[in-house]
């Protein structure tokens, strides 16, 4: 079993920034895929960033050059820094990660609890 913590939200003002992180722990061989995604109220749970374990990104349009996603393979960690935060940036914003617990193991995904972002003056 794989356990992830997510850390980091909170309530910021527009234009300010916020570093999450997504810690995993328990039986894991490889981490494959790490994925942010959010969900605001009343809408649908979307992308936000990706990183392969090859460190390979991925941005959805409404964040490039404003997020980086990133990840430290040593300490099973991902990272989303959020630089110019804007109002329409407030959800949940939840970690996703592919993991295998042996070499031969299947890749399972595991999901964060998630972490509330509030961009409000």
Known sequence: QVQLVESGGGLVQPGGSLRLSCAASGSIFSIYNMVWYRQAPGKQRELVASITNG???????????????????????????????????????????????????????????????????
Not at 91 to 119: K, M
Request: aromatic share 8%.
């Open 55 to 121: 460190g390979s990104t991925n941005y959805a349009d409404s964040v490039k050059g404003r997020f980086t996603i990133s990840r430290d393979n040593a300490k099973n960690t991902l990272y989303l820094q959020m630089n110019s935060l804007k109002p329409e940036d407030t959800a949940v914003y939840s970690c996703n990660v592919v993991v295998s617990a042996t070499s031969r193991g299947a890749r399972i995904p595991y999901w964060g609890q998630g972490t509330q972002v509030t961009v409000s003056s």
